[in-house]
């Protein structure tokens, strides 16, 4: 579940509550709408930091002081909440070279773990909402990586793997261990 969380900060720490809006990565989402502004790279890196995602999510109004964009990895888990924050997203846009016709996205988004409790017994949906509305003084888990990809243009620029994503969060002494073997 992708969700859009205000910032507060004051003398007892930071608090992040949910502001009842969801935003869309995918298909002609948040993505597909700041790759568009970029002049629609094709066959090259491309990047979007958090203030540019929020700044589009809030329709300018809002950034990454003020905004942030969490997903909850695991909305329908009883047993699990696993919360994290988006901070950067580098995008490699794969395109026929003649057409100019989008194939797919590979993605590594660089994240940060904001909550991740395993619960001993199953949770009731009521109280796991509750945790994630506010997130009292989160335990930041910082350099995470976590590697999509996006459908071309004929798929709508929908998640891989038929609407659904499927990948793994890299951290960074995995990712160390990873990047010796690329």
Do not use: C
Request: hydrophobic share 40%; glycine share 8%; no cysteine.
């Amino acid at each position: 579940m992708f969700m859009m969380y205000s910032v507060r900060r004051d003398g007892k720490g930071e608090k992040l509550s949910f502001t009842g809006d969801h935003y869309q990565l995918a298909g002609y989402g948040l993505l597909h709408s700041l790759w568009t502004k970029k002049g629609r790279p094709r066959n090259v890196g491309w990047h979007v930091g958090a203030d540019e995602l929020i700044r589009e999510a809030a329709k300018n109004q809002f950034d990454s002081s003020a905004r942030r964009l969490l997903i909850d990895t695991a909305p329908t888990s009883k047993v699990r909440v696993e919360v994290i924050e988006i901070q950067e997203i580098h995008a490699f846009t794969v395109a026929d070279q003649i057409s100019g016709v989008v194939w797919y996205t590979p993605l590594m988004l660089s994240i940060r773990g904001v909550m991740n409790h395993d619960i001993p017994q199953d949770l009731p949906k009521s109280e796991r909402e509750v945790m994630v509305r506010e997130i009292a003084n989160p335990q930041y888990n910082e350099g995470l990586r976590e590697f999509l990809y996006l459908l071309g243009d004929k798929n709508g620029w929908n998640w891989g793997m038929s609407g659904r994503t499927n990948a793994a969060i890299l951290d960074p002494k995995a990712r160390d261990y990873f990047r010796k073997h690329f």
